[in-house]
């Protein structure tokens, strides 16, 4: 038996109206003029192509379908066999309209989405949308019967974070490891155990290591490693005095599972605050930690793991890419406003701040639409929560010191 669920419009809500309406005046047209029919024909393709799922439960197979015109399919079949389970997962899609007077309108769905899990966000496919988690629920559980998949708990995130030590508050030469002044040890420990604390009852799990000896930005650990779904890549670090903090990390990362798909070799450098990654783009920042050899490594890299790639240069004074963009939820991007070309984010809603600072676009994403932001970045909290999120907000004032925003501070692994 075969079962077909619609799930979105190719040109959104307010395409699938104007579709309707072209198909309408084409048919009122169609008896006086024979461009009716072509009004027809466009509106059909604008009004109704979109996306579907298709299951038959016969065959054991599943394939995501291209509806053309509402009628044609294609797309390719899957083996439900491929599949280790089934997922509830809340989405926001945002669909960019124009009115009569050529203003630029936005309009914001959220729905629940029922997902069959294959172990990688890319080969993740949605099988139908629901307007409430409770619906959510009732259908999950009738599909996991028909397919014979169980349903999978959200995984729990997994962030590494570094406690601060003798290392961190007794740097001797500043300059060296970019550290513009010495942090206070009673005020720094305060701090990293709030963001700690904050993190953990946003229901994420947090593993802290020591630092690594003489390496005082061995507390910034999200520049230590890449971590894909697949495993970590293992790094090599731009700024001398933290090489050896890769190794230190793929120690950790090791211990707890997760193990190495790939490595940056000389003369490439890559830190890890200059790749951002999404279910299946890469962000990736060529810096003054990232240079040409290291961009065209993880590039590589990344797309063989079937990544799009988007790669642009960062403006001084960001030291990394993290510092002007932070993925605020899956479909959200806050940045920095006239740093990057408009393409390079296409397909995102933005939140757009001004350049107050190396940190600007710098905050930590939790679940639910949560977000932990520097207590001074003002600017980055207000229009984060005019769009819904909440917001918690840290003092980390001695970690800026470091140069170093909240992300830096943690890796998450999971």
């Known amino acids: 038996m075969r079962k077909t669920y619609r799930l979105d419009k190719s040109f959104g809500p307010g395409g699938s109206f104007a579709g309707i309406i072209l198909v309408i005046v084409g048919i009122l047209l169609l008896p006086f003029y024979w461009t009716g029919l072509i009004l027809i024909l466009l509106g059909a393709f604008v009004g109704f192509s979109g996306s579907a799922c298709e299951v038959d439960t016969e065959k054991r197979r599943v394939r995501t379908c291209h509806l053309l015109f509402g009628v044609f399919r294609s797309g390719q079949w899957i083996a439900i066999s491929s599949f280790n389970g089934i997922q509830i997962v809340p989405t926001t899609r945002f669909y960019?309209?124009?009115s009569l007077s050529n203003r630029t309108m936005e309009t914001q769905q959220d729905d629940y989405r029922i997902v069959l899990e294959a172990g990688t966000p890319q080969s993740r496919i949605e099988v139908m949308k629901c307007s409430s988690k409770e619906s959510g629920n009732e259908q999950a559980?009738?599909?996991s019967k028909k397919l014979g998949l169980q349903i999978l708990n959200p995984p729990t995130p997994v962030f590494i974070t570094c406690s601060p030590g003798p290392s961190y508050f007794g740097v001797s030469n500043l300059a060296s490891h970019n550290i513009t002044?010495?942090?206070d040890p009673v005020?720094?420990?305060?701090q990293y155990d709030n963001l700690i604390r904050t993190i953990e009852c946003s229901g994420a799990?947090?593993?802290?290591?020591?630092?690594l000896p003489n390496h005082p930005n061995s507390v910034f650990t999200k520049d230590t490693a890449i971590c894909t779904p697949q495993g970590y890549i293992l790094v090599r670090m731009g700024l001398p005095t933290r090489m050896g903090e890769e190794s230190w990390m793929a120690k950790a990362l090791e211990r707890i599972g997760i193990h190495c798909i790939g490595a940056i070799e000389e003369p490439g450098t890559v830190e890890g605050g200059d790749i951002i990654l999404t279910d299946n783009i890469?962000?990736?920042g060529h810096s003054t930690r990232t240079n040409q050899s290291g961009?065209?490594?993880i590039r590589k890299i990344l797309k063989d793991l079937r990544y799009e790639i988007r790669i642009a240069r960062v403006p001084v004074p960001f030291l990394h890419l993290g510092g002007t963009m932070t993925l605020v939820s899956?479909?959200?991007?806050?940045?920095?406003a006239g740093l990057f070309p408009e393409d390079y984010f296409q397909g995102f809603k933005v939140i757009e701040v001004p350049n107050t600072g190396f940190i600007s676009g710098n905050v930590i994403p939790l679940s639910n639409r949560q977000i932990i932001a520097d207590q001074t970045n003002s600017q980055a909290i207000g229009a984060l929560q005019e769009q819904g999120f909440t917001v918690f907000t840290v003092d980390l004032s001695e970690f800026v010191k470091g140069t170093g925003g909240p992300s830096c501070l943690i890796l998450q692994a999971k």
């Open 181 to 183: 002044q010495l942090s």
């Open 205 to 211: 799990k947090v593993i802290t290591i020591s630092e």
């Open 330 to 336: 899956p479909e959200t991007l806050l940045c920095v």
């Open 295 to 297: 961009v065209e490594q």
């Open 96 to 98: 960019r309209t124009f």
């Open 187 to 190: 005020k720094a420990a305060m």
């Open 282 to 284: 890469a962000f990736i």
């Open 141 to 143: 559980r009738q599909l």
